[in-house]
C-alpha cells in the first residue's frame, strides 16, 4: 500500500520530465523554482527510507480485515476492475476530501499543497507522516468488502501514477474531457490558494464524486492562480514542511482548558485555529 514506492521506480522518469519542463518554462520565459522542486525532492527522498517503517502496521490490518471478508471478488475479471475503479474512487474522494477539511489529516496533506510554484515534481512532496495519520483507513472497506489487496494496490498506484502528470501549469483545458477527468486544469483549481478555488475537485482520476457532492470548480480563463498555503508562512525546509502543522496542533491543545476544545483543536477544521508568524519562527528553531 505505499504510494512511495511506486513513485520511487519513476525517478528516472521524473529526471526527465523536470528537464523538460524547466525547458519549457525557459521557453516561456518564465523563472523555473528550482528551490521548489529540490525540496520536493528531498521530501520524497527521506520520506522513502521512513514510509516503509510506518507501513508495516496498516498491511497487517489490511490483510486481517480481509480475512473476515463478505465477498470474494475476483481480481482482475472485467466487472470487478471496473466497480473496484469505482469503488476506490469514492472512498478516495472522502480520504482526500478529509484531508482539507479535518485537521488531524491536513497536518500531513499539507505538505503536498505548500509549493508555491505548481511542478511536476510537486507530486513527489508527500508527507512523512501519513501512515501515522490514518488515512489507510478509507481503503479498510474495500479490504473487508473482499477486493484482492494486490488489485487494490495496483489500483491504488495506477491513481496515484495518473495524477503526477496533472502537476503542471502547461497542460492547457482538454475541453470535452473537463468535467468528467481529473485534468490537469482541475488539480490547479485544487492546488490553488484563491479563495474561490480552495477546497475544490478531490477526485483522483475522475471527477464524478465532486460533482455529486457539490465540490467540483472549473478553472475560470483569465484568473490568476495562487499556490501555496493560506496564512502559513512559506519554508524550502523538509522538516518544517513536515513538522510545522503538528507543531501548531500541540500548540493549541495546550492553549485549550476544555477537552471539548482540544478535541475541537485536533480535529477541527484546519482555519479555526491561528497560525501567528512568530510561531513559525519557533517551531524553526525547534525542528529544522
Given at each position: 500500500?505505499?504510494?512511495?514506492?511506486?513513485?520511487?521506480?519513476?525517478?528516472?522518469?521524473?529526471?526527465?520530465?523536470?528537464?523538460?519542463?524547466?525547458?519549457?518554462?525557459?521557453?516561456?520565459?518564465?523563472?523555473?523554482d528550482?528551490?521548489?522542486?529540490?525540496?520536493?525532492?528531498?521530501?520524497?527522498?527521506?520520506?522513502?527510507?521512513?514510509?516503509?517503517?510506518?507501513?508495516?502496521?496498516?498491511?497487517?490490518?489490511?490483510?486481517?480485515?480481509?480475512?473476515?471478508?463478505?465477498?470474494?471478488?475476483?481480481?482482475?475479471?472485467?466487472?470487478?476492475?471496473?466497480?473496484?475503479?469505482?469503488?476506490m474512487?469514492?472512498?478516495?474522494?472522502?480520504?482526500?476530501?478529509?484531508?482539507?477539511?479535518?485537521?488531524?489529516?491536513?497536518a500531513?496533506?499539507?505538505?503536498?499543497?505548500?509549493?508555491?510554484?505548481?511542478?511536476?515534481?510537486?507530486?513527489?512532496?508527500?508527507?512523512?507522516?501519513?501512515?501515522?495519520?490514518?488515512?489507510?483507513?478509507?481503503?479498510?472497506?474495500?479490504?473487508?468488502?473482499?477486493?484482492?489487496?494486490?488489485?487494490?494496490?495496483?489500483?491504488?498506484?495506477?491513481?496515484?501514477?495518473?495524477q503526477?502528470?496533472?502537476?503542471?501549469?502547461?497542460?492547457?483545458?482538454?475541453?470535452?474531457?473537463?468535467g468528467?477527468?481529473?485534468?490537469?486544469?482541475?488539480?490547479?483549481?485544487?492546488?490553488?490558494?484563491?479563495?474561490?478555488?480552495?477546497?475544490?475537485?478531490f477526485?483522483?482520476?475522475?471527477?464524478?464524486?465532486?460533482?455529486?457532492?457539490?465540490?467540483?470548480?472549473?478553472?475560470?480563463?483569465?484568473?490568476?492562480?495562487?499556490?501555496?498555503?493560506?496564512?502559513?508562512?512559506?519554508?524550502?525546509?523538509?522538516?518544517?514542511?513536515?513538522?510545522r502543522?503538528?507543531?501548531?496542533?500541540?500548540?493549541?491543545?495546550?492553549?485549550?482548558?476544555?477537552?471539548?476544545?482540544?478535541?475541537?483543536?485536533?480535529?477541527g477544521?484546519?482555519?479555526?485555529?491561528?497560525?501567528?508568524?512568530?510561531?513559525?519562527?519557533?517551531v524553526?528553531?525547534?525542528?529544522?
Amino acid at each position: 500500500m505505499d504510494n512511495y514506492q511506486v513513485l520511487f521506480k519513476t525517478l528516472p522518469f521524473l529526471g526527465i520530465l523536470l528537464g523538460a519542463e524547466a525547458l519549457v518554462f525557459l521557453l516561456f520565459h518564465r523563472r523555473y523554482d528550482w528551490r521548489e522542486a529540490a525540496s520536493s525532492l528531498a521530501v520524497f527522498l527521506v520520506g522513502s527510507v521512513l514510509k516503509p517503517l510506518f507501513f508495516i502496521l496498516p498491511a497487517i490490518v489490511m490483510a486481517e480485515v480481509y480475512e473476515y471478508r463478505l465477498f470474494s471478488i475476483p481480481a482482475f475479471e472485467v466487472w470487478s476492475i471496473a466497480l473496484l475503479f469505482l469503488m476506490m474512487e469514492f472512498f478516495y474522494y472522502w480520504l482526500h476530501r478529509f484531508g482539507h477539511t479535518v485537521r488531524w489529516f491536513w497536518a500531513s496533506h499539507s505538505v503536498h499543497h505548500s509549493p508555491t510554484q505548481l511542478q511536476l515534481a510537486s507530486a513527489y512532496r508527500l508527507s512523512w507522516t501519513s501512515a501515522v495519520t490514518g488515512v489507510w483507513i478509507f481503503y479498510l472497506p474495500l479490504s473487508f468488502l473482499g477486493f484482492d489487496p494486490v488489485a487494490l494496490k495496483i489500483m491504488i498506484g495506477l491513481n496515484l501514477l495518473y495524477q503526477l502528470p496533472l502537476h503542471t501549469e502547461f497542460i492547457p483545458r482538454l475541453g470535452m474531457f473537463e468535467g468528467i477527468l481529473n485534468t490537469p486544469s482541475s488539480h490547479r483549481v485544487h492546488h490553488a490558494s484563491n479563495p474561490e478555488y480552495l477546497d475544490k475537485n478531490f477526485g483522483g482520476t475522475i471527477v464524478l464524486f465532486d460533482r455529486v457532492f457539490g465540490t467540483y470548480q472549473a478553472e475560470e480563463e483569465g484568473r490568476e492562480i495562487k499556490y501555496g498555503l493560506v496564512g502559513t508562512p512559506h519554508s524550502f525546509n523538509p522538516f518544517v514542511l513536515n513538522f510545522r502543522e503538528w507543531f501548531y496542533i500541540v500548540r493549541d491543545v495546550r492553549r485549550q482548558s476544555t477537552l471539548c476544545g482540544k478535541a475541537r483543536a485536533i480535529f477541527g477544521a484546519p482555519g479555526e485555529s491561528s497560525k501567528p508568524v512568530d510561531d513559525f519562527d519557533e517551531v524553526g528553531k525547534k525542528i529544522a
